[in-house]
């Protein structure tokens, strides 16, 4: 198993930036595709964006290319995801997800079988 922690999250005007954090604990991070997913309240979940195993492959959601970027540090156990130009369309509970049967990250959430508990992101017009 592996347990995932978000960090980062927190309250920013349009067009600022923030850095979300995802640490894992456990078995080898290597070893798990990881994906950053939201919900906003009254909504449902939704994909933003994934990356393989490895970092070499990364894919977003429409609504964020070109604005965010994720990333990850195998050897810090972390993934990242890099916001930038916030919009208030943005404001969501951001979650970590990692994958151990899709290699190269997937946007479907059924896909993921460890979950973070979620960090808040909250942008002001």
């Known amino acids: 198993q592996v347990q995932l922690v978000e960090s980062g999250g927190g309250f920013v005007q349009a067009g600022g930036s923030l850095r979300l954090s995802c640490a894992a604990s456990g078995r080898a991070f290597s070893n798990y595709a990881v994906a950053w997913f939201r919900q906003a309240p009254g909504k449902e979940r939704e994909f933003v964006a994934a990356?393989?195993?490895?970092?070499?492959?990364?894919n977003y959601a429409a609504s964020v290319t070109g604005r965010f970027t994720i990333s990850r540090d195998n050897a810090k156990n972390t993934a990242y995801l890099q916001m930038n130009s916030l919009k208030p369309k943005d404001t969501a509970v951001f979650y970590c997800a990692a994958s151990s049967s899709n290699p190269l990250g997937s946007r479907y959430a059924r896909l993921y079988n460890y979950w973070g508990q979620g960090t808040q992101v909250t942008v002001s017009s």
């Open positions: 990356i393989s195993r490895g970092g070499g492959s990364t």
